[in-house]
């Protein structure tokens, strides 16, 4: 099946300072997620974005999907935006596969 | 709006027994979705669900099923529990998009599943 790959697993910043996850994908695919998992588990959709870049407030995510990667950028982080961050692809209709996540803390 | 909800939250069982999961979304989406998430790793798809009456095995299907008899509805079932389906279940919606793509994922808060 396809792979999913996150980088980097872990990463600690403080706050105000910028970061960029990646996430690399071994095939083509039909659709793309970033996910942003909270301190106490709660899962919240970021983006869909199986192409192109967008922006929604101090965070953006950029897919490539003929190079099969995708970014997402933090700016200005903040201690709220600690927790794990998630890459999803859908290679059809339904079926996704999962990164294993990119661990960010945020020091005060 | 009470979006996707899952139930219970909480559960502790014996190896060998047998539960339902219960999950209910009310956005009217089409696919419906359950994972498992293991300490330290991300999600990995059991079962899906792509209309009403309809069903699909994920990447770890083995151990469970499931059921779609209404389209907000989506159970998802273990026979027999064991140790190993120990982990956080979450369960996820989507609507289908025009281009049969599934979009936006919205997510339960997820059931915390402990078996003995």
């Known amino acids: 099946g396809i792979q999913v790959e996150q980088s980097p697993p872990d990463l600690i910043l403080q706050e105000g300072a910028n970061s960029t996850l990646r996430c690399n994908f071994s095939?083509?695919?039909?659709?793309l997620q970033w996910f942003h998992q909270n301190p106490w588990g709660q899962l919240i959709n970021l983006f869909y974005?199986?192409?192109g870049t967008k922006q929604n407030g101090r965070l953006s995510a950029t897919t490539v999907a003929t190079e099969r990667y995708s970014l997402l950028y933090i700016s200005s982080s903040q201690t709220t935006d600690s927790g794990v961050y998630f890459c999803a692809v859908y290679t059809n209709a339904g079926k996704s596969t999962f990164g294993d996540g990119t661990t960010l803390t945020v020091k005060p | 709006n009470a979006g996707v909800t899952q139930t219970p939250k909480f559960r502790v069982l014996k190896t060998g027994q047998s539960m339902t999961l219960l999950c209910a979304q009310d956005m009217n989406h089409e696919y419906m979705y359950w994972y498992r998430q293991d300490p330290g790793m991300g999600l990995r798809l059991i079962h899906y669900?792509?209309?009403?009456?309809?069903?699909a095995k994920g990447e770890v299907p083995d151990g469970y099923n499931v059921s779609r008899l209404k389209k907000q509805n989506f159970l998802l079932g273990l026979e027999s529990a064991a140790p190993s389906q120990t982990s956080v279940y979450f369960c996820?919606?989507?609507?289908?998009?025009?281009?049969?793509?599934?979009?936006?994922?919205?997510f339960g808060s997820g059931t915390q599943l402990s078996v003995l």
């Open positions: 669900s792509v209309g009403e009456g309809t069903t």
């Open positions: 974005i199986p192409s």
């Open positions: 095939d083509s695919v039909n659709n």
């Open positions: 996820a919606s989507s609507i289908l998009g025009k281009d049969l793509r599934s979009e936006k994922l919205f």
